[in-house]
């Protein structure tokens, strides 16, 4: 159950990133408007609260609402990273490190332990993901901007791992849909937080005052993947034992990303950037049989 889950949540997720890395490359130059958006949207999480929400009292609360506000800040060092490199690089630079400290974190505030066939799937879909990111830049300048974009990356990894263990633990806790709304709430006050910096409150405003109609329905139709996504996401932390074996399955995300990314890449070679040579269409094929073995091992186990 929890396998097919995540299939669905990763093929939503590659679309919602590629809509994303477009927005931001030309129409939302600043990531931190379109951080303010999503983190807003959050509210809609609310509409849960007749199917079981209670309260989970004031400290389960407190950590729930942080938890939120790390996700808006993971979303925004994630935003930059995308506004500065390929899409279907930077996310699965953070997809291969990501499970890594989740895993790490899991294991000392969760007790979490991987061994046997899942130890193995692990360290396949790991493997996969680190060879799908991997790839050097061929000038001093792009070199610089992806240089830039890896910390980004970095920062949003560890505030990600961060976010979905504390989900983990407030889920154990009080359950799915009490946690998911808490959390949802805490991300929605977290975007109030952009609002300090002068710059983002103009854009933001800017960006009311004229909306783009040619967008709108793109921007619509990608918060739609995401937050579908990111409600199937949490609903299988909520069900399955291991959260790093959850997080190390994103790989699957990068095979759809990177096949969304050759259909459309053609079409907006200057938006996606993404550049394809036989040695790189070989390392990621490779990379694929990894990330596909990976999960076998899983859905056999």
């Given at each position: 159950?929890?396998?097919?889950?995540?299939?669905?949540?990763?093929?939503?997720?590659?679309?919602?990133?590629?809509?994303?890395?477009?927005?931001?490359?030309?129409?939302?130059?600043?990531?931190?408007?379109?951080?303010?958006?999503?983190?807003?949207?959050?509210?809609?999480?609310?509409?849960?609260?007749?199917?079981?929400?209670?309260?989970?009292?004031?400290?389960?609360?407190?950590?729930?609402?942080?938890?939120?506000?790390?996700?808006?800040?993971?979303?925004?060092?994630?935003?930059?990273?995308?506004?500065?490199?390929?899409?279907?690089?930077?996310?699965?630079?953070?997809?291969?490190?990501?499970?890594?400290?989740?895993?790490?974190?899991?294991?000392?505030?969760?007790?979490?332990?991987?061994?046997?066939?899942?130890?193995?799937?692990?360290?396949?879909?790991?493997?996969?993901?680190?060879?799908?990111?991997?790839?050097?830049?061929?000038?001093?300048?792009?070199q610089v901007i992806s240089r830039r974009s890896y910390w980004y990356a970095l920062i949003a990894t560890l505030l990600f791992a961060l976010a979905y263990t504390l989900n983990k633990f407030i889920f154990n806790s009080t359950g799915f849909i009490t946690g998911f709304i808490l959390v949802r709430i805490g991300t929605a006050l977290g975007a109030l937080l952009l609002l300090i910096?002068?710059?983002?409150?103009?854009?933001?405003?800017?960006?009311?005052?004229?909306?783009?109609?040619?967008?709108?329905?793109?921007?619509?139709?990608?918060?739609?993947?995401?937050?579908?996504?990111?409600?199937?996401?949490?609903?299988?932390?909520?069900?399955?034992?291991?959260?790093?074996?959850?997080?190390?399955?994103?790989?699957?995300?990068?095979?759809?990303?990177?096949?969304?990314?050759?259909?459309?890449?053609?079409?907006?070679?200057?938006?996606?950037?993404?550049?394809?040579?036989?040695?790189?269409?070989?390392?990621?094929?490779?990379a694929i049989l990894f990330i596909i073995l990976g999960l076998a091992v899983l859905a056999w186990a």
């Open positions: 159950m929890w396998l097919i889950i995540i299939i669905i949540t990763y093929l939503l997720n590659a679309v919602a990133t590629v809509i994303d890395k477009f927005l931001l490359s030309w129409r939302v130059p600043n990531p931190a408007v379109y951080t303010f958006f999503i983190s807003v949207l959050s509210l809609l999480g609310l509409v849960l609260i007749p199917f079981g929400f209670v309260w989970a009292g004031n400290q389960l609360a407190l950590i729930a609402l942080i938890t939120g506000v790390i996700f808006v800040f993971a979303y925004l060092f994630m935003f930059k990273a995308l506004s500065g490199n390929e899409a279907s690089r930077v996310t699965p630079f953070m997809g291969g490190l990501q499970p890594i400290a989740v895993f790490i974190l899991a294991w000392i505030f969760l007790a979490e332990k991987l061994s046997g066939w899942n130890l193995l799937a692990f360290i396949l879909l790991i493997s996969g993901t680190i060879i799908l990111a991997w790839q050097q830049e061929a000038t001093i300048k792009k910096k002068t710059q983002n409150l103009k854009d933001i405003i800017k960006e009311i005052k004229k909306p783009s109609q040619k967008t709108g329905g793109l921007f619509l139709l990608g918060q739609t993947c995401g937050a579908l996504s990111f409600i199937l996401f949490s609903y299988a932390i909520a069900i399955y034992s291991s959260v790093a074996i959850i997080n190390a399955s994103r790989g699957l995300e990068y095979v759809f990303l990177l096949i969304i990314v050759l259909i459309l890449a053609r079409k907006y070679p200057k938006i996606l950037k993404e550049k394809m040579t036989p040695l790189i269409i070989t390392q990621k094929i490779i």
